[in-house]
Protein backbone atom coordinates (compact mmCIF):
# COMPACT_ATOMS: atom_id res chain seq x y z
CA UNK A 1 0.00 0.00 0.00
CA UNK A 2 1.22 3.49 -0.60
CA UNK A 3 2.24 5.77 2.22
CA UNK A 4 0.95 8.70 -0.08
CA UNK A 5 -1.63 9.07 -3.10
CA UNK A 6 -2.50 12.68 -5.00
CA UNK A 7 -5.62 11.55 -7.21
CA UNK A 8 -6.04 14.53 -9.26
CA UNK A 9 -5.85 17.20 -7.21
CA UNK A 10 -6.72 20.50 -8.25
CA UNK A 11 -5.92 23.92 -5.71
CA UNK A 12 -6.77 27.02 -6.00
CA UNK A 13 -5.41 30.82 -4.22
CA UNK A 14 -8.83 32.64 -4.74
CA UNK A 15 -9.53 32.29 -8.49
CA UNK A 16 -6.25 31.55 -9.23
CA UNK A 17 -5.80 27.60 -10.15
CA UNK A 18 -2.44 26.31 -8.98
CA UNK A 19 -2.06 22.73 -9.16
CA UNK A 20 -4.19 21.52 -11.90
CA UNK A 21 -5.20 17.66 -11.92
CA UNK A 22 -2.54 16.50 -9.90
CA UNK A 23 -1.73 12.70 -9.84
CA UNK A 24 1.18 10.90 -8.16
CA UNK A 25 1.77 8.01 -6.18
CA UNK A 26 4.17 7.74 -3.30
CA UNK A 27 5.45 4.25 -1.54
CA UNK A 28 6.46 3.42 1.70
CA UNK A 29 10.42 4.20 2.08
CA UNK A 30 11.19 6.11 -0.96
CA UNK A 31 12.67 9.49 -0.99
CA UNK A 32 10.28 11.32 -3.64
CA UNK A 33 11.69 14.16 -5.44
CA UNK A 34 9.86 17.27 -6.62
CA UNK A 35 11.47 19.38 -8.61
CA UNK A 36 10.57 22.83 -10.76
CA UNK A 37 11.33 26.67 -11.43
CA UNK A 38 9.57 29.17 -8.77
CA UNK A 39 6.09 29.30 -8.55
CA UNK A 40 5.51 25.53 -10.19
CA UNK A 41 2.90 24.53 -7.76
CA UNK A 42 5.40 22.72 -5.25
CA UNK A 43 4.82 24.45 -2.17
CA UNK A 44 1.14 24.33 -2.71
CA UNK A 45 1.31 20.65 -3.01
CA UNK A 46 3.35 20.47 -0.10
CA UNK A 47 0.49 22.78 1.96
CA UNK A 48 -2.26 20.73 -0.02
CA UNK A 49 -0.30 17.36 1.80
CA UNK A 50 -0.14 18.99 5.13
CA UNK A 51 -3.27 19.83 5.06
CA UNK A 52 -2.58 24.11 5.57
CA UNK A 53 -4.92 24.41 1.97
CA UNK A 54 -7.40 22.20 0.97
CA UNK A 55 -8.33 20.62 -2.74
CA UNK A 56 -11.17 22.64 -4.11
CA UNK A 57 -11.78 18.55 -6.44
CA UNK A 58 -9.63 15.98 -6.54
CA UNK A 59 -8.36 13.28 -3.04
CA UNK A 60 -5.48 13.19 -0.82
CA UNK A 61 -4.72 9.80 0.66
CA UNK A 62 -2.39 8.64 3.39
CA UNK A 63 -2.00 5.17 3.77
CA UNK A 64 -5.21 4.11 1.99
CA UNK A 65 -7.47 6.81 3.29
CA UNK A 66 -8.74 10.03 2.03
CA UNK A 67 -7.33 13.18 4.41
CA UNK A 68 -8.70 15.72 2.75
CA UNK A 69 -11.14 17.29 5.43
CA UNK A 70 -8.37 16.30 7.81
CA UNK A 71 -7.00 19.56 9.50
CA UNK A 72 -3.40 20.32 9.65
CA UNK A 73 -2.74 19.37 13.31
CA UNK A 74 -4.60 16.10 13.02
CA UNK A 75 -2.68 15.33 10.40
CA UNK A 76 0.48 15.75 12.04
CA UNK A 77 -1.24 12.97 15.16
CA UNK A 78 -1.18 10.59 11.67
CA UNK A 79 2.25 10.96 10.73
CA UNK A 80 2.74 13.55 8.44
CA UNK A 81 4.96 15.98 9.29
CA UNK A 82 6.06 19.38 7.36
CA UNK A 83 9.47 21.48 7.56
CA UNK A 84 8.81 24.59 5.62
CA UNK A 85 10.54 26.54 3.87
CA UNK A 86 12.54 29.03 5.67
CA UNK A 87 12.81 27.03 8.53
CA UNK A 88 10.18 28.39 11.16
CA UNK A 89 12.00 27.72 14.22
CA UNK A 90 10.92 29.18 17.21
CA UNK A 91 13.19 31.97 17.73
CA UNK A 92 12.68 32.98 21.51
CA UNK A 93 13.06 29.09 22.55
CA UNK A 94 16.19 27.10 22.87
CA UNK A 95 17.18 24.44 20.25
CA UNK A 96 15.97 21.88 23.09
CA UNK A 97 12.38 23.76 23.52
CA UNK A 98 12.03 23.91 19.78
CA UNK A 99 12.56 19.99 19.39
CA UNK A 100 10.00 18.91 22.25
CA UNK A 101 7.68 21.14 20.94
CA UNK A 102 7.58 18.76 17.90
CA UNK A 103 6.93 15.91 20.03
CA UNK A 104 3.46 17.30 21.32
CA UNK A 105 1.42 15.26 19.60
CA UNK A 106 2.46 12.43 21.36
CA UNK A 107 3.20 9.58 18.77
CA UNK A 108 5.25 6.51 19.68
CA UNK A 109 8.02 6.11 17.93
CA UNK A 110 12.19 6.05 17.86
CA UNK A 111 13.15 9.67 17.12
CA UNK A 112 13.67 11.70 20.54
CA UNK A 113 16.04 14.00 21.29
CA UNK A 114 18.87 11.61 21.76
CA UNK A 115 18.23 10.03 18.64
CA UNK A 116 17.68 13.55 16.52
CA UNK A 117 21.31 14.66 18.31
CA UNK A 118 22.62 11.64 16.95
CA UNK A 119 21.64 12.24 13.86
CA UNK A 120 22.49 16.48 13.86
CA UNK A 121 25.63 16.08 16.70
CA UNK A 122 25.81 20.00 16.05
CA UNK A 123 22.54 20.26 17.97
CA UNK A 124 23.48 19.13 20.88
CA UNK A 125 26.55 21.11 21.96
CA UNK A 126 23.69 24.19 21.38
CA UNK A 127 20.69 22.74 23.01
CA UNK A 128 20.30 25.62 25.02
CA UNK A 129 21.09 28.50 23.27
CA UNK A 130 17.55 30.38 21.54
CA UNK A 131 17.51 29.51 18.10
CA UNK A 132 16.92 33.06 16.62
CA UNK A 133 20.97 32.72 17.37
CA UNK A 134 21.71 29.60 15.04
CA UNK A 135 22.93 30.27 11.69
CA UNK A 136 20.64 28.99 8.79
CA UNK A 137 22.29 25.26 8.76
CA UNK A 138 22.09 24.69 12.57
CA UNK A 139 18.06 26.49 11.75
CA UNK A 140 17.79 24.05 8.76
CA UNK A 141 19.12 21.41 11.26
CA UNK A 142 16.62 22.02 14.17
CA UNK A 143 13.86 22.17 11.63
CA UNK A 144 14.28 19.09 10.27
CA UNK A 145 14.96 17.30 13.90
CA UNK A 146 11.77 19.07 14.79
CA UNK A 147 9.88 17.12 12.42
CA UNK A 148 11.11 13.65 13.17
CA UNK A 149 10.25 14.26 17.15
CA UNK A 150 6.90 13.57 15.91
CA UNK A 151 7.85 10.35 14.68
CA UNK A 152 6.32 10.96 11.19
CA UNK A 153 5.76 8.15 8.81
CA UNK A 154 5.88 11.12 5.92
CA UNK A 155 8.35 14.12 6.37
CA UNK A 156 7.82 16.99 4.13
CA UNK A 157 10.84 19.00 3.20
CA UNK A 158 10.53 22.42 1.23
CA UNK A 159 13.33 23.77 -0.02
CA UNK A 160 15.99 22.38 2.62
CA UNK A 161 19.17 23.70 0.64
CA UNK A 162 18.08 27.03 0.12
CA UNK A 163 20.15 29.93 1.04
CA UNK A 164 23.04 27.21 2.37
CA UNK A 165 26.54 26.91 2.38
CA UNK A 166 27.59 23.92 0.21
CA UNK A 167 29.10 22.10 3.55
CA UNK A 168 25.96 22.46 5.16
CA UNK A 169 23.95 20.95 1.94
CA UNK A 170 26.28 18.06 1.80
CA UNK A 171 25.55 17.23 5.84
CA UNK A 172 21.52 17.64 5.53
CA UNK A 173 21.56 15.33 2.73
CA UNK A 174 23.73 13.14 4.27
CA UNK A 175 20.83 12.84 7.01
CA UNK A 176 17.92 12.44 4.78
CA UNK A 177 19.73 9.48 3.19
CA UNK A 178 19.06 8.22 6.62
CA UNK A 179 16.26 8.45 7.16
CA UNK A 180 14.42 6.15 4.88
CA UNK A 181 16.47 3.14 6.73
CA UNK A 182 14.85 4.13 10.27
CA UNK A 183 10.88 4.11 8.70
CA UNK A 184 10.45 7.82 7.62
CA UNK A 185 9.13 8.26 4.03
CA UNK A 186 10.47 11.69 2.31
CA UNK A 187 9.02 13.51 -0.21
CA UNK A 188 10.89 16.97 -0.75
CA UNK A 189 10.57 19.64 -2.88
CA UNK A 190 14.02 21.32 -4.22
CA UNK A 191 15.42 23.60 -6.92
CA UNK A 192 18.91 22.39 -6.17
CA UNK A 193 18.10 19.98 -8.53
CA UNK A 194 22.33 18.27 -8.78
CA UNK A 195 21.45 17.34 -4.75
CA UNK A 196 18.48 16.17 -4.89
CA UNK A 197 19.34 13.45 -8.18
CA UNK A 198 21.60 12.19 -5.54
CA UNK A 199 19.01 10.87 -2.74
CA UNK A 200 15.81 10.56 -5.01
CA UNK A 201 14.55 7.33 -5.96
CA UNK A 202 11.30 9.24 -8.08
CA UNK A 203 11.44 12.67 -9.14
CA UNK A 204 8.48 14.22 -10.43
CA UNK A 205 9.23 17.67 -12.37
CA UNK A 206 6.63 20.62 -11.95
CA UNK A 207 5.70 23.29 -14.98
CA UNK A 208 3.07 25.64 -13.69
CA UNK A 209 1.06 23.27 -11.69
CA UNK A 210 1.16 20.37 -13.60
CA UNK A 211 3.86 17.29 -13.82
CA UNK A 212 5.69 17.70 -17.03
CA UNK A 213 8.27 14.59 -16.28
CA UNK A 214 8.50 12.07 -13.84
CA UNK A 215 10.51 8.57 -13.35
CA UNK A 216 13.52 7.14 -11.75
CA UNK A 217 17.22 9.36 -11.70
CA UNK A 218 18.42 6.59 -14.04
CA UNK A 219 15.93 7.21 -16.12
CA UNK A 220 15.94 10.83 -17.30
CA UNK A 221 18.31 12.61 -18.92
CA UNK A 222 19.98 15.85 -17.57
CA UNK A 223 18.40 17.00 -21.68
CA UNK A 224 15.14 15.84 -20.23
CA UNK A 225 15.08 17.20 -16.95
CA UNK A 226 15.86 20.52 -18.90
CA UNK A 227 13.50 20.41 -21.08
CA UNK A 228 10.72 19.59 -18.51
CA UNK A 229 11.83 22.37 -16.04
CA UNK A 230 11.50 25.09 -18.16
CA UNK A 231 9.32 23.85 -20.67
CA UNK A 232 11.18 23.80 -23.67
Not at 89 to 95: G, H, K, M, Q
Not at 179 to 208: K, Y
Not at 218 to 229: K, N, Q, V
Request: glycine letters at 10%; proline letters at 4%.
Amino acid sequence: MSVLELRDVNVFYGDFQALFSLSLTIEEGQTFAVIGANGAGKSTMLKTVAGVLRPRSGHVLFEGETVDHVSAHDRVSMGISLVPEGRRVFPSLTVEENLLIGAYRGREGDWDLESVYELFPLLKPLSKRQSASLSGGEQQALAIGRALMSNPRLVLLDEVSLGLAPVVIKRIYEAMEELPGRGTTILVVEQDVQHVLTVADHVACFLEGRISLQGTPGELSPDDITAAYFGI
